[in-house]
C-alpha cells in the first residue's frame, strides 16, 4: 500500500499544494502550505487500510486536505483570537497581510452576529447574545435568566432555527 502512496503523492503533490496555498489564510508562509500537505498524507499513511480511502483515494485526499487546512486556519483564528501573537515566539509578525485579513474576518463576523441579534425578538436576541455572543454555557444561561436548563436548550434550538431565517436574509 505504500506503493500506493507514493504513486499519489507524486501525481496529486502539485494539485494537492495549489489546494492548500488557495485556501489557508492570505499570507501564510509557503512553509505552512508544506506542513499541510505532509500532514495530509501522514495521515493517508495511517488511514491507508480503511475502506473509505480504498474506496477512492484521490477524493479522499482532496477532503483530508480541505479539513487539515481548515483546522490549520481555525487554529490560527484562535491564536489571534486569544491575543497570543505578542507571547507565541513562533508567530511571525512580518505576516501582516494575514493578520489584516483575519482582522477583517473577525470584524465581519460581529458585524454578522450584530446583524443576526437585530433580527430576532428580543428574547431571542437575548438569548442569542448569550449563547453566540458571550459564549456562554446553556447552564450558565439558565442561571442568569433563572430558568431551567431544559427551557434553556428547547428556546435555543428554536431561536437557532429563527436566527437562521435572519442570516439568510442578511445574506442574500
Known amino acids: ?6 504513486e499519489l503523492y507524486e ?6 499544494l495549489t489546494l492548500i496555498r488557495n485556501r489557508l489564510f492570505e499570507g501564510c508562509p509557503d512553509d ?3 506542513d499541510c500537505l505532509n500532514d495530509v498524507f501522514e495521515i493517508a499513511l495511517k488511514k491507508q487500510s480503511e475502506s473509505s480511502f480504498q474506496k477512492n ?3 479522499w485526499l482532496i477532503i483530508t ?8 486556519n481555525r487554529k490560527t483564528l484562535n491564536r489571534l483570537t486569544f491575543h497570543q501573537i505578542d507571547y507565541d515566539p513562533d508567530w511571525q509578525p ?23 441579534k437585530s433580527g430576532l425578538s428580543p428574547e431571542d436576541g437575548r438569548l442569542f447574545e448569550l449563547r453566540y455572543m458571550k459564549k456562554m454555557h446553556p447552564r450558565d444561561i439558565a442561571e ?5 436548563e431544559n427551557s434553556v436548550n428547547v428556546k435555543l434550538t ?15
Open 94 to 116: 512580518g505576516k501582516v497581510d494575514m493578520l489584516e485579513n483575519l482582522t477583517y474576518k473577525i470584524a465581519i463576523e460581529k458585524n454578522i452576529m450584530e446583524q443576526i
Open 144 to 148: 442568569e435568566l433563572h430558568i431551567t
Open 11 to 16: 501525481e496529486l503533490r502539485g494539485y494537492l
Open 65 to 72: 486536505a480541505k479539513h487539515v487546512v481548515e483546522n490549520f
Open 32 to 34: 505552512y502550505a508544506y
Open 158 to 172: 428554536r431561536m437557532k432555527v429563527r436566527a437562521k431565517r435572519v442570516l439568510h436574509r442578511c445574506v442574500s
Open 57 to 59: 483515494p484521490r477524493g
Open 1 to 6: 500500500m505504500d506503493d500506493l502512496i507514493a
